[in-house]
């Protein structure tokens, strides 16, 4: 009975069934490890998750920086069409504008490019391989390789997601912008021009596209993320209750082992006073 009473104190002090996995019993043993063990792992998916759904957003911001772009080339497209007298430098902006888009084609995350496919140490877009004046479609740029990024979410469930910086949307960015390379403000060259410009829109709709479909991943992993969250809550609560005890049933235990055993000390002192009595 003492055994019992101290084992009890101890669960009542600890708010555990036992201190090792030896002293549960085998049914809760087998329950817990696998409770832990999903835990594990969900808590796994669910970082993993959260990492790529910051990848995605930078990923959605960049898009649409890079479509902000293309809206400033339209406007200065259209401008100079206007001012014939214009004394812009045309192939020092295309140049300008060359590098802020590489720039913005070449981000990171974690020491990661987002457009470069599965080659994320390596930087998508090289400008000093472009054609100037381009002649037509020239991906020599992409540095890259064909692959989208993945992340395994669940035991049976793997996204796609992402972009690859050899994708029309970038490429058309890129030739709009190194169209102006070649276009002098006087005489302008209308047809050029026009051309820069039919290109920047279909570069522009092509990103919108993109950013759509890159949204749409985002949704998906929040919700995503969401489900692992309330799994990983509803998983610690069950190895919670596996490993701990009822703190209000264990008191009433402890009491009636005390009551239990105070009345055992008191039977067998009250037995030793009369076994005592009896030899004098």
Do not use: C
């Not at 669910?46 to 960049?62: C, K, W």
């Not at 406007?75 to 020092?92: F, H, I, R």
């Not at 919670?240 to 008191?266: G, N």
């Amino acid at each position: 009975m003492q055994t019992r009473l101290a084992n009890a104190q101890l669960q009542k002090s600890s708010g555990l069934k036992s201190s090792t996995y030896a002293e549960l019993g085998s049914a809760d043993v087998s329950r817990l490890v696998t409770v832990e063990d999903t835990l594990s792992r969900t808590k796994a998916w669910s970082a993993n998750t959260q990492t790529v759904l910051d990848r995605v957003e930078v990923m959605h911001s960049t898009l649409g920086s890079i479509g902000d772009k293309m809206t400033s080339l339209k406007k200065t497209l259209s401008a100079a069409v206007s001012n014939t007298g214009s004394v812009l430098d045309y192939p020092e902006l295309g140049r300008g504008m060359l590098n802020d888009l590489k720039n913005l084609m070449n981000t990171q995350v974690d020491g990661r490019y987002l457009f470069s496919g599965g080659r994320t140490d390596t930087a998508p877009v090289d400008i000093s391989k472009l054609t100037l004046p381009p002649t037509g479609v020239d991906l020599n740029y992409y540095q890259g390789d064909s692959s989208l990024a993945s992340v395994q979410v669940s035991s049976d469930l793997t996204l796609t997601y992402g972009v690859t910086a050899n994708n029309s949307g970038f490429e058309k960015a890129l030739r709009a912008a190194a169209m102006l390379t070649d276009l002098t403000a006087v005489p302008i060259d209308s047809d050029k021009v026009k051309a820069a410009y039919t290109l920047a829109s279909e570069a522009f709709n092509d990103l919108v596209n993109i950013r759509g479909n890159v949204s749409v991943s985002s949704s998906r992993l929040e919700e995503i993320k969401n489900s692992q969250d309330d799994a990983v809550t509803l998983l610690a609560s069950r190895a919670s209750d596996l490993k701990s005890v009822d703190i209000a049933d264990i008191a009433v235990q402890v009491s009636q082992l005390q009551t239990s055993l105070e009345a055992s000390f008191s039977a067998l002192a009250k037995i030793s006073s009369l076994s005592l009595a009896k030899y004098l």
